[in-house]
């Protein structure tokens, strides 16, 4: 069954505090994992999608990498602005190409 | 970046009531989603739909229906509303010509049912 662990739960930084959210996934094969931001009330926002180990991608203060495993999220001197839900989803390469399997998110705060 | 429209954004109503969710997209998106979101929770798909007149449930079993009678409009029934249904539903759309296509959603519908 395919899996999606995001870690931690919650983040707390303060201003500039450079961190990293974790995606660890299961999949039987991996056709795209992606990024979204959700702010409170709100849907998610697309952010990276990356469809192989070595990927790497940029925006802003954010970069996304994959591994066979796993994916990071990396935070460069965050602001206030960038506190919200950060959520992982990987499309698997079996089966029906609809399907994302979504990650339970993690709460990033970012304090001033 | 798509564009995706979806009323009402916020709804009360009382047990066994019939409510409609609207979903509409801009882009010419031959493939929507809906999706329900409860607190803190992941996203699960409850319906999808590949294109005009076709309809799929997704892998969480929901009472509601779905319709998809023009590209744009997919929009989401609940023929008679029960406390359990309280949830945020989310729709969203792909190009759907790559498998790997970003799926792009709206801002949510927050559904209350008392």
């Known amino acids: 069954e395919d899996q999606v662990t995001q870690s931690p739960e919650a983040l707390r930084l303060q201003e500039g505090e450079s961190s990293s959210l974790n995606c660890s996934y299961t999949v039987s094969g991996l056709r795209g994992l992606f990024w979204y931001r959700q702010d409170p009330g709100k849907g998610p926002e697309f952010l990276f999608t990356?469809?192989?180990a070595g990927e790497e991608k940029e925006k802003e203060r954010l970069k996304a990498t994959l591994t066979k495993k796993e994916s990071f999220l990396h935070i460069t001197a965050p602001k206030p602005e960038d506190s919200a839900t950060y959520l992982c989803a990987v499309r698997p390469s079996g089966g029906s190409n609809y399907k994302l399997t979504f990650g339970k998110g993690t709460l990033l705060t970012v304090n001033p | 970046e798509a564009d995706i429209y979806q009323t009402p954004r916020y709804l009360v109503i009382g047990t066994g009531k019939k409510i409609t969710l609207e979903c509409s997209q801009t882009?010419?998106?031959?493939?929507m989603y809906w999706y329900q979101q409860d607190p803190g929770m992941e996203l699960h798909l409850i319906h999808y739909?590949?294109?005009?007149?076709?309809?799929e449930k997704g892998d969480l079993s929901s009472e509601s229906t779905v319709s998809r009678i023009r590209t744009e409009h997919f929009p989401l029934t609940l023929e008679s509303a029960r406390p359990s249904h309280t949830s945020q539903y989310l729709c969203a759309s792909s190009e759907g010509k790559h498998s790997g296509n970003t799926i792009y959603f709206g801002e949510g519908s927050w559904l209350t049912v008392v």
């Open positions: 882009m010419g998106h031959d493939k």
């Open positions: 990356l469809y192989s």
């Open positions: 739909s590949y294109g005009v007149n076709s309809t």
